[in-house]
């Protein structure tokens, strides 16, 4: 039997979830056995390759191009886990959620302390990606099957959760490992 | 917009999937180059969202900026703080532990990006099968290898979850001082294999000097050109990755500015805003925006100092500077040689620190006089990071900015893409597997912490899209 596949995308977010699923250290070695790597950062798989047992999502919606990886994810994903406080609630990104998002640009392309920026222009070059007006935890965009909260999860976390989905046991994590941080 | 006579060649780094980084290049009726982009997709926000929070949230909030070093976001901001509540020196164990905390940091950075990322280009060539050319690639063909690597990361993530409390998104620095010190437990538990962290990077160190002298004539001209360089730089002109003043060098090595405050860095830096990029362009104000554009990161870092305070590293960095007759280094693909030098100065420098009894010291946090403004420097991994607030009465912050290290190398990353672009497509209709990979191969030298889905694992699938003149799509490829 063919080993099951897993991918993996970062959307808004600061790539700490990915890290922490680097810090199952070791066992990465482990992991490479149980499992395919499908589309994800980790490999050179652009596109998805077939349907996978498992997508680990980081980071909300903040973008038109979030939501479409996202979407793209749900279609060819069985379980979709959202993993890391972004993920789930938008974490420290969608602390601009209160702020209309004109604000946020003007702060940073016309009244930053150090910017210079004679035309007044304010970055939007049709190949750069719209801002959503706010960002979206992933659940409000696509179904998530699963949260694995943490800034970031810690790795014993990442690696039992999807042990135990890899293996079909149930899925059972002590307080320590799902509190939030 | 492009004119009637020219095709646009679009290369989409993984942000069309995870939304970071792309290329854009647009051909004459010759298909002569006339303009390649690297383009930053993402935008968060974070100068004015952090306004209104209370200024002490600053070192655990901004390190959000960044999963893959998150410590230099934490240390830089706790630098700021320290300022505000008035601190201008902190107690030696305070300061130590920060900066055993950053080494940690620099050690486990450099170890991920040289075995996670590069080491594939290495060992198995720019036009290698892309399939094996990865890291699980690595783990396969030189398992020896791979491990190093994950032991290495594994060292720095450890130092790092003994002086923040995590590995990831710690909270040990506090605006003037540090909330633990080190016990003798810990300390001994890092000690026992330091011998062999000590041997594993000068292994890696001779890779990267080997790859980089054996293939000279061909990284040579590979996405370089010459540019002024920027670090921080301690009094006496060692390297010092935690703190320092400012120092910028043209490509000829001319000092252009030296020993700057960095608190008075407004004075000396400015940032272009372009309407096809979310990152900014940094500049030299005395040069101007067309010609004060920098490096920083390693290779300006070891371009910029009189020398190295450990005496491995300061071994390597004369071997490193008699390639270039004592000039400074301006071949892009050096990064990687330079990046390694770190590597072991940094755990030569956690060497040190671990034998400094101060470490087990327990004063550990100083109060001042409040201020209303802070700015905290430090050398990040991939180059000098800049952090200015300004606080209010209520202890609210009202101003933020924030120049972090790869915003630096916008324009660097950028004239490497045209620069291999040129090299390489010039007159060619295609596009080739080889473009695909040099051009990935010349945006990673810098270590890129934008994308971080690329440049985290190294690998950057790029989908290619040629169109004519017309706007018509007429080829498309992928690199699989």
């Known amino acids: ?181 | 917009m492009s004119n009637s006579k020219s095709k646009r060649v679009i290369i989409e780094p993984v942000t069309r999937v995870e939304g970071h980084g792309k290329v854009s290049i647009l051909l004459d009726e010759n298909n002569k180059v006339t303009q390649a982009r690297f383009h930053i997709v993402e935008f968060r926000g974070f100068e004015r969202f952090v306004q209104g929070r209370p200024y002490w949230e600053m070192p655990v909030l901004v390190q959000r900026l960044c999963g893959i070093c998150p410590v230099s976001h934490h240390l830089a901001a706790a630098k700021a703080m320290d300022k505000i509540v008035g601190v201008d020196k902190l107690t030696p164990t305070a300061e130590k532990m920060r900066r055993l905390m950053h080494y940690g940091q620099m050690f486990q950075s450099h170890a991920l990006h040289f075995f996670h990322l590069c080491s594939p280009d290495l060992l198995f060539g720019f036009d290698a099968d892309p399939k094996i050319r990865n890291v699980i690639g690595v783990a396969i063909k030189y398992p020896e290898l791979a491990v190093q690597g994950v032991m290495m990361r594994k060292y720095g993530q450890e130092i790092i979850k003994a002086t923040a409390g995590k590995k990831i998104h710690g909270t040990g620095a506090i605006p003037g001082g540090i909330n633990k010190n080190l016990s003798i437990a810990e300390r001994d538990v890092f000690l026992k294999d330091l011998k062999q962290m000590l041997e594993w990077s000068k292994g890696a160190l001779k890779i990267a000097k080997d790859y980089t002298v054996a293939n000279l004539d061909t990284l040579k001209p590979f996405g370089s050109f010459d540019s002024n360089h920027l670090s921080l730089i301690r009094k006496d002109g060692a390297m010092d990755l935690y703190h320092g003043n400012l120092r910028a060098i043209t490509a000829d090595g001319k000092k252009i500015f030296d020993q700057v405050d960095y608190s008075n860095y407004l004075d000396y830096i400015a940032e272009e805003v372009k309407s096809w990029s979310y990152m900014k362009f940094p500049f030299i104000k005395s040069l101007g925006p067309k010609k004060g554009w920098y490096r920083v990161g390693p290779l300006a870092r070891v371009n910029t100092c009189d020398f190295i305070d450990t005496p491995l590293a300061e071994a390597a960095r004369k071997e490193f500077m008699a390639v270039t007759g004592g000039r400074p280094n301006n071949i892009t693909m050096a990064y990687h040689w330079a990046r390694m030098i770190e590597l072991l100065h940094s755990i030569e420098k956690i060497d040190e620190l671990l034998h400094d009894k101060d470490l087990q010291g327990t004063n550990l946090v100083v109060k001042g006089q409040r201020r209303n403004e802070g700015v905290g420097l430090i050398e990040a991994p991939r180059g000098t990071l800049f952090h200015h607030y300004k606080v209010n009465d209520d202890d609210q912050v009202v101003m933020a900015n924030l120049i972090v290290s790869t915003t630096h190398n916008n324009e660097p990353m950028n004239l490497a893409v045209q620069k291999v672009a040129a090299d390489f497509i010039d007159g060619v209709p295609n596009i080739t597997e080889g473009l695909l990979n040099r051009i990935e191969v010349a945006i990673r030298a810098y270590d890129p912490c934008l994308s971080c889905a690329t440049h985290a694992m190294g690998k950057m699938p790029l989908k290619v899209t040629l169109f004519d003149y017309q706007g018509n799509e007429i080829a498309s490829k992928t690199k699989e």
């Open chain 1, 1 to 181: 039997m063919s080993k099951p596949k897993i991918a993996t995308a970062s959307l808004a977010g600061c790539f700490g979830c990915h890290m922490s699923i680097l810090d199952i250290d070791e066992r990465i070695l482990k992991l490479i056995e149980l499992v395919d790597f499908d589309k994800s950062p980790i490999d050179d798989i652009k596109e998805f390759t077939g349907r996978c047992a498992v997508g680990l999502i980081e980071g909300g919606c903040a973008n038109e191009e979030n939501v479409r990886v996202l979407q793209d994810f749900r279609k060819h994903c069985d379980i979709l886990i959202s993993v890391g406080d972004c993920a789930i609630m938008g974490g420290i990104p969608a602390m601009r959620n209160n702020i209309p998002l004109k604000e946020c640009l003007d702060e940073a392309y016309l009244n930053g302390p150090t910017v210079h920026n004679p035309e007044n222009i304010t970055p939007n070059d049709k190949e750069i990606p719209l801002c959503l007006d706010r960002v979206y935890p992933c659940h409000e965009v696509v179904k998530i099957d699963y949260h694995l909260p943490g800034c970031p999860p810690s790795a014993d976390t990442i690696w039992q959760a999807l042990v135990a989905l890899l293996t079909n046991k149930p899925l059972e994590l002590p307080y320590e490992l799902i509190k939030y941080d």
